[in-house]
């Protein structure tokens, strides 16, 4: 059975998934051509740098060595105050993308939503590895509780859900970069335009 709005009871816990309106690539150009005075210098407007650190998937990308590229999942994200993305992660199950990345090839990163699709991707040129901190844990705590209880709250069994939010926080390393271009990767019509200044 596929499941869909018009089929889905809204007292069941995959019903839940009913109540969320589904976002749009038309909606992220609006947000990003209403904040870009609020957003000032940087690059991710203040819509963005909420969205991006609220706890949602974060998946990543860098071309390997070969040519082919190497894919990895990430814990988080933190937009420091200079507006650099710190993207924490495991070091163990995410190695092919840190070699690429400690080589000096580019980078591509994509949060998602899951109660709307939402999606946004940043990239980047150059990126550097470095240690993960002890000011990353907390933040890294917070992010994953909200990707945990958001999940749960569409229906995911509570074991499923935590043990996907889940990480060891000795195996975190952390990826920064300056963002240089910013698409919505939402589902739908204009889904992969950049959003440019």
Known sequence: MILSATNLDSESPAGMAASFTPASPIGDIAAWQSQQTAAGNQMLTPDL?????????????????????????????????????????SRAANAAVLAAVGAGTGLAVTFTAAPDHRAIQVKARQARVLPASSDDLPEMDRQTACFRDELVELGF?????????????????????????????????????????
């Open 157 to 197: 069994p509570p074991d499923l859900a935590r043990g996907y939010a889940a990480f060891d926080p000795s195996e975190m390393i952390a990826i920064e970069f300056r963002p240089e271009h910013v698409y919505t990767q939402t589902p739908g019509p204009g889904a992969g335009a950049e959003l440019t200044r």
């Open 49 to 89: 740098v909420a969205f991006v650190q609220r706890g949602i998937s974060v998946i990543l990308a860098a071309p390997g060595a070969n040519g082919w590229p190497a894919a990895g999942v990430a814990v988080g994200c933190r937009i420091m105050p200079d507006g650099t993305m710190r993207i924490l992660l």
